[in-house]
Antibody, heavy 119, light 104 residues
């Protein structure tokens, strides 16, 4: 079955960096776009970034542009999010999701990893 | 940037009642609108895509309609497990702010 498992979250100081990973199984990873979505505590969902099948097409939300970098390793069935210059407002649960362009929707989600930015 | 506005923010209903949730886009998104359900402590789950197509395993009591800028998610007869927060999303990026469906 399809599984997405995020890791790498934790507590980091403002201005610090963190790298999130998303390990996937149960489908051909290289056939799908992938996305990161976040949810601040008690708030709604915010799309963060997506990456195309080969990694040649990437987009970011304005709120993270220039600070976050999405990448993927199709040989390792893994998606990444490098987060630099972290701010308190980046505190959130970060979800990876399969971005199914055939239906233009995020059809499978991981359980999320919590990132807390605090001094 | 396209903004999605969901209404109402909170909807209080009883099991067995009909729920109607709205999502309005600031400009046309054609039919590229999806709906998600999120329960406390869980990841969101895809309910509908292309405005009116149910995702795999979603019960028939869920239906979606609309195109352009105005969309509706309808739950024909609420089950206890349907009380959750619902989000709309356009083109796999921008989300609405959510509608909380709570038990009256």
């Amino acid at each position: 079955q399809v599984q997405l498992v995020e890791s790498g979250g934790g507590l980091v100081k403002p201005g610090g960096s963190l790298r999130l990973s998303c390990a996937v199984s149960g489908f051909t990873f290289s056939d799908y776009y992938m996305s990161w979505i976040r949810q601040a505590p008690g708030k709604g969902l915010e799309w963060v970034s997506y990456i195309s099948r080969s990694g040649d097409i990437i987009s970011y939300a304005d709120s993270v542009e220039g600070r976050f970098t999405i990448s993927r390793d199709n040989a390792k069935n893994s998606l990444y999010l490098q987060m630099n210059s972290l701010r308190a407002e980046d505190t959130a649960v970060y979800y990876c999701a399969r971005d199914n362009v055939d239906i233009v929707a995020l059809d499978y989600w991981g359980q999320g990893t919590l990132v807390t930015v605090s001094s | 940037e396209i903004v999605l506005t969901q209404s109402p923010a909170t909807l209080s209903l009883s099991p067995g009642e009909r729920a109607t949730l709205s999502c309005r886009a600031s400009q046309s998104v054609s039919s590229y609108l999806a709906w998600y359900q999120q329960k406390p402590g869980q990841a969101p789950r895809l309910l509908m895509y292309d405005a009116s197509n149910r995702a795999t395993g979603i019960p028939a009591r869920f239906s979606g309609s609309g195109s352009g800028t105005d969309f509706t998610l309808t739950i024909s007869s609420l089950e206890p497990e349907d009380f959750a927060v619902y989000y709309c999303q356009q083109r796999s990026n921008t989300f609405g702010q959510g509608t909380k469906l709570e038990i009256e």
